[in-house]
């Protein structure tokens, strides 16, 4: 094998405080799962084997996305450092939310510990108030954007580069503003707020443009805007220009992709349940008065 | 007897949440790769090098240095084979104070040291502040060179001192108050217990 690919995939940076949070999430998801799987009744089952996947595939994801060489190589390339931004902010939340978490997190927990959690969440308490108060799909929408925008300038860039608690508080951000906007956009529980779904809808298609733009900005630009990048060895021949212009067009097709994807499921849906609505008797629609002055009658 | 058993399995519980919190203390600083740019693409005999360093800015105690080398580009050659990595060389990192009279300070960067295996890491602990001038030596199938750039390290701060002893101060700091909070509980418990009686 070439030597510089073997290294590279040797260059994993094993993060005991991240491993620990992966495991023990991974561990109480599993065990609330088998312990619902064991009572549930078989009509319209919550623990299926799809919902254990995605959550499991969403923290393997996230593991990849921080641990592996993608993340260490994302001080040399920019490609690989918005490949590791796609990976945090639009597949591992939706993949995480998808698999409705907060039912296997309470019935992974002993008996105390999930009293407590339920308090919490309970319509009296602060925590959930305050919650609420965060979750405003107008606050979430500008956070997200606000660092997903912000994130990118390059001095905030350079510096996340430069330092590694910058790096992390980058990361930290992004990944938990995209937990908060997928969290509106899939409607997981706890449903603090039941936004319709052509709320949903307006919420990831306006979020669109401001990716594109950013991502078509980057990747049109004539010189180098994170100058941290010219001053690190460059790999198989891959120039800060052709690295930037590939990590621009990552943020702006694949990136805005799968917006419109989960833009394309609402929409489906939405036509599902109209589909699904049972039509009207012939009887009530097809009286004389209708006939005459339809949406008038008495 | 009961109130006993649920303050202990409660006290159980708070430790292990704070054990817990603890694996999610951050880290002294472990650069991978990241830094400031003290060299870029230097020329160090057949060698160019780029050199990093943490933290930022440099302080009197830990020392991150960072290194790759690559080969000096051949004249006429292509983007593509100029300054190609170089994997197996032997660095050496040297600090030597100019401000102040002390000793020189040398630590071997190796690609096992550094969590991006295409790097050379080295860590040193600069004894005082001043100026230092650190010496990258590298040998390799090509030949030797070395090139050498100066730092300024500052006097550590009090905030580092407070979280370069993180752990045992923090983990102290969060047991005496678990612990107190434990007690509070229990103590309120009693006295409940004692005004239902």
Excluded at chain 1, 162 to 170: A, G, I, K, M, Y
Excluded at chain 2, 2 to 15: C, F, I, K, M
Excluded at chain 2, 126 to 136: C, F, K, M, S, T
Excluded at chain 2, 181 to 186: C, F
């Amino acid at each position: 094998m070439d030597p510089l690919l073997s290294a590279l995939l040797l260059s994993w940076d094993l993060r005991a405080e991240l491993l620990a949070i992966l495991i023990l999430a991974g561990s109480l998801y599993t065990w609330g799962w088998r312990r619902i799987r064991g009572r549930q009744a078989s009509q319209r089952p919550l623990a299926t084997g799809w919902r254990l996947a995605a959550y499991l595939g969403g923290l393997i994801t996230l593991g990849v996305a921080l641990m592996s060489p993608i993340d260490v190589l994302g001080g040399q390339l920019f490609l690989m450092h918005m490949i590791q931004h796609l990976l945090l902010v639009m597949i591992v939340p939706p993949l995480l939310w998808l698999a409705n978490p907060l039912p296997f997190y309470m019935w992974g927990l002993p008996v105390p510990a999930r009293h407590q959690a339920g308090r919490l969440l309970s319509r009296r308490s602060g925590f959930r108030r305050g919650l609420y108060a965060v979750t405003a799909p107008g606050l979430v929408w500008m956070a997200f954007v606000a660092f997903l925008l912000g994130w990118h300038d390059p001095t905030a860039y350079n510096a996340a580069l430069r330092s590694d608690l910058v790096h992390d508080l980058e990361h930290l951000t992004f990944f938990a503003t995209a937990m908060l906007f997928w969290w509106l956009v899939i409607g997981a529980g706890p449903r603090l707020r039941s936004l319709s779904r052509g709320a949903r809808l307006a919420l990831l298609l306006v979020t669109v443009p401001v990716n594109m733009a950013a991502g078509v900005v980057i990747a049109f630009a004539s010189q180098p805007i994170y100058t941290y990048y010219t001053t690190v060895p460059r790999l198989w021949g891959i120039t800060v220009m052709l690295d930037q212009m590939i990590g621009g067009v990552i943020m702006w097709i694949p990136g805005s992709m799968m917006y419109l994807l989960a833009a394309l499921i609402i929409i489906s849906r939405l036509i599902q349940t109209e589909a699904d609505k049972q039509p009207l008797l012939e009887s009530e629609w097809a009286t004389e008065e209708t006939m005459i002055a339809p949406g008038l009658e008495p | 007897m009961r109130l006993h058993r649920s303050a202990t399995r409660r006290a159980v519980n708070w430790l292990g949440l704070a054990a817990l919190l603890l694996l999610f203390v951050p880290r002294p600083a472990q650069a991978h790769g990241g830094g400031v740019p003290q060299l870029t693409n230097a020329e160090a005999g057949p060698y160019r090098i780029s050199v990093w360093t943490q933290p930022d800015p440099i302080r009197v105690g830990d020392f991150h240095v960072t290194v790759a080398i690559s080969q000096a580009p051949k004249p006429g050659a292509s983007t593509r084979e100029a300054g190609e990595l170089v994997l197996d060389a032997t660095v050496q990192v040297q600090a030597e104070p100019v401000s102040q009279v002390g000793d020189t300070l040398s630590a071997p960067a190796t690609r096992d040291n550094a969590v991006n295996k295409l790097f050379y890491e080295a860590d040193l602990t600069l004894p005082a502040d001043g100026e230092w001038r650190v010496d990258i030596q590298v040998n390799g199938a090509a030949g030797a060179g070395s090139a050498a750039f100066k730092i300024e390290a500052l006097p550590p701060s009090p905030f580092n001192t407070v979280v370069g002893f993180g752990w045992p101060l923090w983990a102290g700091l969060g047991l005496v108050l678990l612990v107190a909070g434990w007690w509070l509980q229990t103590s309120r418990h009693r006295k409940s217990e004692a005004a239902h009686a």
